[in-house]
């Protein structure tokens, strides 16, 4: 069947497709860990502070005179990027930044575990709380 554009049927699959399109997306970000750490001068805002829930940080800063390290890690493959700022490719001080952000990854991959763990306990109860909520 073919579908003429700017139809009715032809713009639902629009919509679907670009549902579907969100969904991969957010599918993709949740299976992305990534933990930067940066050193510089750096103002953090809290755009949307007035509303219930978690709120977003933005961060702004001058990439001329700020040092980042960042890991990337695949949750699904297990697949990790390390970026690594040239001046903490060294000794001293470099060393105690990098071993804070090790640490820091570490600590993500704590609290991700946890939460995978939480939500299959919570998978698990969904049939049961349906249940009780008179839902078939």
């Given amino acids: 069947m073919n579908i003429l554009p700017g139809t009715t049927k032809?713009?639902?699959?629009?919509?679907?497709?670009?549902?579907?399109?969100?969904?991969?997306?957010?599918?993709?970000?949740?299976?992305?860990?990534?933990?930067?750490?940066?050193?510089?001068?750096i103002q953090a805002k809290r755009p949307d502070a007035d509303s219930p829930g978690l709120t977003r940080i933005v961060l702004d800063w001058d990439p001329a005179a700020t040092q980042i390290l960042r890991t990337e890690v695949d949750l699904v493959a297990g697949d990790a990027n390390n970026f690594v700022h040239e001046k903490y490719d060294g000794d001293g001080a470099a060393t105690v930044m990098r071993e804070y952000h090790e640490r820091q990854v570490a600590r993500s991959q704590d609290i991700v575990q946890r939460n995978i763990e939480l939500m299959m306990r919570l998978g698990e109860k969904f049939p049961q709380l349906l249940q009780q909520d008179g839902q078939p």
């Fill in 10 to 41: 032809g713009t639902e699959i629009m919509a679907e497709s670009s549902f579907l399109k969100k969904i991969k997306d957010v599918a993709v970000g949740l299976a992305t860990l990534k933990v930067t750490t940066c050193i510089g001068d």
